[in-house]
């Protein structure tokens, strides 16, 4: 047996064909732990050698024909053929066996470092959404049997800083509104019903007029991210800018070119915030600034988490971070009380010198 204790972990480690396999034995806590786990990890290396020509399989054949079919039917939405293409175009036509942890971390360091097709950076949520296509893809295989282990699990996803604060001041809301004219006029009864519930994009362009209930004031959401649905209440805002809309078709929103339902407003939006002044702001960053407008009003976290759709209230912390203008208030207050006191004691210091008398 070749099992060792290292920083309290057992592992094992063996040479086959001139390879070295080094492996964690994470369930053993005793020597007889570990040789046995050893036993199995042989035994599936065995397997893979020369049970059910696992070896035969190139790995992106299967997520061809297996994988991404299931994708496409059971993900709401899905970015995995652009995720399959920069699979296929780094592993080829190598099969399961022949991946390995330190072929998938160079798999990594290569997405990370190359451009996206917008000639922009890669950030770490791309090159990590491209890391967990992958990952599923593996626990698929070893779901149906076609291989017996994952080497993702051995290589670390980057470390993700996607929390922005970006929000719509007054001035700004005013400017992106007067832009929304003419051709884009469509926009602007999306932007007030973006500001005043914060919903999603998504959620706003799906949005149907059987889902609006005029007499209790909501919003019934049933396709949601978090796939549970939600009620929205409509403030004075947004019923006056629905009852302006035509209540005829189907959708809320649509086209005014075709009348059907809208399906994209990136370039129309990005051209109002341009032409606005605007700058380094996102659609998503509407739902922020209803988020940080509820926070400024006092209202408590479990309310906004309610209404944005959060499960878990470290989401709504990122919306409801202080504002500037708090954080300059709350120090000019220590500034202020500072002051009093310094002239409080320098008063007291008054009193207690005895002016010598006049004359």
Request: with cysteine; net charge positive.
């Amino acid at each position: 047996m070749t099992v060792f204790k290292r920083n309290g972990h057992w592992w094992f480690t063996k040479t086959i064909n001139r390879k070295q396999i080094r492996k964690p034995l994470p369930t053993a806590r005793t020597k007889a732990q570990a040789e046995e786990a050893e036993r199995k990890e042989l035994e599936k290396l065995h397997n893979q050698k020369y049970g059910k020509a696992q070896s035969a399989t190139p790995m992106i054949d299967y997520a061809e024909k297996v994988y991404l079919p299931w994708a496409r039917k059971n993900k709401r939405s899905t970015n995995d053929p652009y995720y399959l293409k920069a699979i296929k175009d780094f592993f080829k036509r190598k099969t399961f066996e022949e991946i390995s942890p330190l072929l998938v971390e160079k798999f990594k360091s290569e997405i990370k470092n190359g451009m996206t097709k917008f000639d922009q950076q890669r950030k770490p949520a791309s090159v990590n959404r491209e890391m967990t296509c992958l990952s599923r893809i593996f626990n698929m295989a070893i779901r149906d049997g076609v291989t017996s282990s994952t080497p993702c699990d051995q290589v670390k996803l980057l470390r993700e800083d996607n929390q922005r604060t970006r929000y719509l001041s007054a001035e700004e809301e005013a400017r992106l509104l007067r832009q929304c004219i003419g051709e884009r006029e469509h926009l602007r009864p999306i932007i007030l019903l973006a500001i005043n519930t914060g919903m999603r994009r998504g959620e706003i362009l799906a949005l149907r007029w059987s889902q609006i209930d005029f007499l209790r004031n909501l919003i019934h959401l049933s396709n949601t991210k978090s796939g549970k649905g939600r009620d929205v209440p409509i403030n004075s805002t947004v019923r006056e800018v629905l009852l302006k809309l035509d209540q005829s078709k189907e959708f809320v929103f649509v086209s005014p070119k075709t009348g059907l339902a809208l399906v994209e407003i990136k370039h129309a939006f990005a051209r109002a915030c341009e032409e606005a002044e605007v700058s380094d702001f996102h659609f998503h960053d509407l739902r922020h600034t209803a988020a940080t407008r509820m926070a400024d009003a006092g209202v408590d976290a479990f309310t906004i988490a309610a209404i944005l759709g959060h499960a878990d209230l470290r989401m709504t912390a990122r919306y409801t971070h202080t504002l500037e203008s708090r954080k300059r208030e709350a120090l000019e207050k220590i500034a202020d009380l500072g002051k009093s006191g310094h002239k409080s004691v320098t008063m007291k210091k008054r009193e207690s010198i005895k002016l010598p008398l006049s004359g």
